[in-house]
């Protein structure tokens, strides 16, 4: 599965504002599985609705 980073790069909280991924969940992206890489885009969904909805994320 391809990466989902889309090069903004920028944290709050240790969590990226452009893909929503922890720093960990980026190091170790390529190591994990599909499902491994599914449940992590999942999660990061979610906290970048949340950083949307609290105004702590614009569009780019």
């Known amino acids: 599965m391809k990466s989902p980073c889309?090069?903004?790069?920028k944290f709050?909280?240790?969590?990226?504002?452009g893909c929503g991924r922890t720093r960990e969940e980026i190091?170790?992206?390529k190591k994990?599985?599909?499902?491994?890489?599914q449940a992590v885009l999942a999660e990061s969904?979610?906290?970048?609705?949340?950083?949307?909805a609290q105004g702590r994320r614009k569009f780019w």
């Open 27 to 29: 190091k170790g992206w």
């Open 45 to 52: 969904d979610m906290r970048l609705l949340v950083f949307e």
């Open 32 to 37: 994990l599985d599909h499902l491994g890489q």
């Open 12 to 17: 709050d909280e240790g969590i990226c504002l």
């Open 6 to 9: 889309i090069k903004v790069c």
